[in-house]
């Protein structure tokens, strides 16, 4: 199946090596729009805004389709969750919304 604009999605880039979680706008043979954070910054992010604190937002990105090295829909198990519902359970907001 398609992935679809506003669905989460983890953006692997290369050169250099980066993971993004987002919600995606498009993907075109120019490259991926995104509204996204550093996937390294997750567990900071979540906490600082279920506590209240300071954060940094997601970022409007453009990816040029040849640093791309895999676009995967954020999707879960029924053992683990996808990062969109791991980031509703500790904040109690949804993904979108930022």
Not at 42 to 65: K, V
Not at 66 to 86: L, Y
Request: aromatic share 10%; charged share 30%; proline share 5%.
């Amino acid at each position: 199946m398609k992935i679809s604009a506003r669905e989460s999605v983890i953006l692997i880039l290369h050169t250099p090596r980066e993971k993004l979680l987002g919600i995606l706008d498009g993907i075109d043979s120019a490259g991926v729009f995104l509204r996204a954070i550093d996937l390294g910054y997750f567990d900071d992010w979540c906490h600082s805004i279920a506590q209240g604190e300071p954060y940094l937002p997601m970022s409007d990105y453009f990816i040029p389709m040849w640093r791309v090295e895999r676009v995967v829909r954020d999707s879960g198990t029924a053992e683990t969750p996808s990062m969109a519902e791991e980031f509703e359970r500790r904040t109690g907001k949804n993904l979108g919304e930022f």
